[in-house]
């Protein structure tokens, strides 16, 4: 079983910076693709980011396309979420999960298939 703890969330301006990271535990980290859902107040799930397990695959959604990465350190267990120019619409609780199939944390937030493995989340607020 794998467990996550997020962290680097806080309070930014818009255009600023802030890196997420997800350390995880659990010895067959390696095997399972891991990825980034937000969720802001009063909306739905939204898809940030996925990285294979052996990292050669990321996708992210529309909305951070170009001004997030995401990537891991699979020595450290730990995923990260660079975000730049960051907006007030990013404004959300971050969630890291995992996943043996990466398809499962793309299409999550859109068919509600349920990840295998969640952080506790950790909140992001943009101030604009």
């Known amino acids: 079983q794998v467990q996550l703890v997020e962290s680097g969330g806080g309070l930014v301006q818009a255009g600023g910076s802030l890196r997420l990271s997800c350390a995880a535990s659990g010895r067959t980290f390696s095997s399972y693709a891991m990825g980034w859902v937000r969720q802001a107040p009063g909306k739905e799930r939204e898809f940030v980011a996925a990285i294979s397990w052996s990292g050669g695959s990321t996708y992210y959604g529309n909305a951070v396309k170009s001004r997030f990465t995401i990537s891991r350190d699979t020595a450290k267990n730990t995923v990260y979420l660079e975000m730049n120019s960051l907006k007030a619409e990013d404004t959300a609780v971050y969630y890291c999960?995992?996943?043996?199939?990466?398809?499962?944390?793309?299409?999550?937030?859109?068919?509600?298939?349920?990840?295998?493995?969640w952080g506790q989340g950790t909140l992001v607020t943009v101030s604009s």
């Open positions: 999960a995992a996943d043996p199939r990466i398809d499962t944390i793309v299409l999550s937030a859109t068919d509600g298939r349920p990840l295998e493995v």
